[in-house]
């Protein structure tokens, strides 16, 4: 029984580079979500799918993110010209339904980012 | 008004103690309610889902207050293992399926 799978684990990039980021839900999970992390800081949400539509991506903090889920299943967050203020672990999760029909969400154990 | 609030904490118990957590949340319509762990440079995992009869499991204990909007974890004869940063999970609310999490709790419990 996978869980949720995030590549690569650790990503360490040059200010101005493109990252892609990889998510790998739990087979049959509906849902997928990003999220992200600053060193002691809570999580900020960026971006929900519901299959392959992404119904709220209200979290995305400018249009240097993107983010797309393909066939349902894998998910890829872009962060174009990362800059240093990216740097956090980025954690993605699914949940069987929407966060709204009482289900839990798993997690994977993120990338964590670096922008030097 | 943050979505969900919590004490950050710390919260420094001796092993044996009982501690307990509360959690606020803004929007009346959430559905779903939920407490995870998060160890150091971990990620969240789910400690136990909350809901509105009260739910129990071991030596944790949820309760759901709608009326006020509140959300409690009591952990009863702590445990070293017990330490860690407690995050409290609400949904969006009606038409919002996300999760929105508090930025949590931190126990540390002492031998």
């Known amino acids: 029984g996978a869980g949720v799978s995030q590549s690569p684990s650790n990503k360490v990039t040059e200010k101005g580079k493109d990252v892609e980021l990889r998510c790998d839900p739990i087979?049959?999970?509906?849902?997928l979500y990003w999220y992200r992390q600053s060193l002691g800081q809570g999580l900020e949400f960026l971006i929900y799918?519901?299959?392959?539509?992404?119904?709220?991506k209200s979290g995305l903090p400018s249009d240097r993110f993107s983010a797309e889920r393909t066939g349902g299943s894998v998910s890829t967050l872009t962060i174009q010209r990362t800059q240093q203020e990216d740097s956090a672990v980025y954690l993605c999760a699914s949940s069987l339904r929407s966060a709204g029909r009482g289900t839990e969400a798993f997690f994977g154990q993120g990338t964590r980012l670096t922008v030097v | 008004r943050k979505e969900v609030e919590q004490d950050p904490g710390p919260f420094n118990v001796p092993e044996g103690a009982t501690v307990a957590f509360n959690c606020t949340y803004s929007n009346s319509a959430s559905q779903s309610f939920f407490w995870y762990r998060q160890d150091c440079r971990k990620e969240p995992k789910l400690l136990m889902s909350?809901?509105?009869s009260g739910n129990e499991d071991g030596r944790f204990t949820a309760q759901l207050n709608r009326a006020s909007q509140y959300i409690s974890l009591l952990i009863r004869d702590s445990k070293l293992s017990d330490s860690a940063t407690y995050l409290c999970?609400?949904?969006?609310?009606?038409?919002?399926?996300?999760?929105?999490f508090g930025t949590g709790t931190r126990l540390k419990v002492l031998a």
């Open positions: 999970v609400v949904n969006g609310g009606s038409g919002t399926y996300k999760y929105i």
């Open positions: 087979s049959g999970h509906t849902a």
């Open positions: 909350v809901y509105s």
């Open positions: 799918f519901q299959g392959n539509s992404a119904p709220d």
